[in-house]
């Protein structure tokens, strides 16, 4: 029975069978579709299924990634350097710069899916693009990965951006000392790459070590001035939905929200966009804030209104509630506002350090009568 089983793979996979040869020749025909095609459907297949930051399967396998990265990293300048002569990988060495590409794609991809549903196209929109860039390069340029400074540049970024989640996801808390935890974390994992190039000559000498030391440094202090500057999304939070409503009350089945009808091209919108104001309505703003199981923090929403004659956006109001993370479609917390000016006004859903996770754009207009009736909804 062994024998026929043996005999059918090597036959079935024999590289005479005529269907492997189609197959082949297929793939040569149209090589040059294969790594759009690839890049299009791995993010695609990543979009579907990392659905959750705290999820730990997810974390493992990025996790695994990053081990990976760093061990093939080692073993491509190691086995270039004849230090390491395992003949598997010196007779395969030109499929290594291949695997630091997948591992690399493997985690840009996730980072880009988790921290684009932490951002609100403002100042952490920067860092955003960041990641896509390197996600879209890699694809590009990969050709290049056996460039040591690239190399060593896109581990740190990997790791950096890997522990700014994921180390609020384990303690269960967003404080900037984990934020900095994670950033020396992230030194050390590539000063542990480093010393074992040094050690076994794969860095050439003392100054191109202190070179690549200089450029992770370089990159740390970049990416402490974006925190701080708040140009990196409050990650591992995120707003689920958010919106402004003439009525918000809590049901059984959820808080039903009341909003003016909106015009048929706008059928998406399920909140008030123009606030007709009447002296006896409430304006109330809800947001659904995602954050990890069993993570507790303060969210902030901050109510200003844009002062023509300043010509410039005024504070109100900054209203505080706390939030415990687990649910899927977010913690809800709901503040109102009373006396309101006609004009433009914003509410910032933000976190104690001013941190911006969404933001709601409305307009007052005070009348006597509501023009359009409230639709009721669910939320």
């Known amino acids: ?8 793979f090597k036959t079935f996979f024999s590289l005479e069978n005529p269907h492997i040869q189609m197959g082949i020749k297929t793939y040569r025909r149209f090589e040059h579709f294969a790594p759009p095609i690839s890049f299009v459907a791995g993010f695609s297949y990543d979009s579907m299924t990392l659905t959750r930051i705290d999820r730990l ?25 004849n230090v390491l002569k395992y003949p598997p ?30 951002v609100s196209f403002t100042k952490g929109a920067f860092f955003l ?27 740190f970024l990997a790791v950096f951006s890997f522990l700014t989640f994921f180390i609020p996801v384990v303690v269960k808390d967003i404080a900037t000392p984990w934020f900095l935890l994670g950033g020396i974390l992230s030194l050390g994992a590539v000063a542990g ?29 970049m990416l402490n001035i974006f925190y701080f500057m708040n140009w990196i999304p409050p990650i591992p939070l995120s707003v689920r939905h958010a919106g402004v409503y003439h ?29 007709e104001h009447t002296p006896a ?29 300043k010509e410039s956006w005024t504070t109100t109001d900054r209203i505080r509630y706390p939030i415990v993370g687990g649910r899927d479609g977010g913690y809800r917390g709901v503040t109102f506002k009373k006396n ?3 004009g433009k006004w914003r509410v910032t859903v933000e976190t104690e350090d001013t941190r911006v996770l969404g933001r709601v754009d409305f307009e007052i207009r005070a009348v006597d009568s509501l023009s359009l009736p409230l639709v009721r909804g669910i939320r």
Request: aromatic share 16%; with cysteine; hydrophobic share 50%.
């Open 1 to 8: 029975m062994l024998e026929k089983i043996n005999h059918f």
């Open 340 to 342: 309101v000016a006609e």
């Open 247 to 275: 009525e918000v009350h809590r049901t059984e089945a959820g808080f039903e929200v009341a909003y003016q009808k909106q015009p048929w091209y706008a059928i998406w919108r399920q909140s008030d966009k123009v606030f």
């Open 129 to 155: 693009v960041i990641l896509l860039v390197l996600l879209i390069a890699n694809e590009i340029f990969h050709h290049r990965l056996t460039n040591i400074y690239l190399q060593i540049g896109l581990f």
């Open 193 to 221: 790459v480093l010393y074992l190039l040094y050690r076994y000559s794969a860095v050439k000498s003392s100054e191109q070590l202190v070179r690549l030391g200089a450029m992770v440094g370089g990159l740390y202090l």
């Open 57 to 81: 399967s997810d974390n493992l396998v990025l996790l695994g990634y990053l081990l990976m990265l760093g061990l093939t990293i080692l073993a491509y300048h190691l086995v270039e350097m």
């Open 89 to 118: 990988l010196v007779n395969n060495r030109h499929w290594i710069p291949v695997a630091i590409q997948f591992f690399l794609g493997g985690l840009f991809s996730a980072y880009v899916i988790f921290y684009f549903q932490s």
């Open 281 to 309: 309505d409430t304006v109330w703003c809800m947001a659904a804030v995602f954050a990890p199981t069993e993570l507790r923090t303060r969210i902030y929403h901050h109510w200003q209104f844009f002062d023509d004659r």
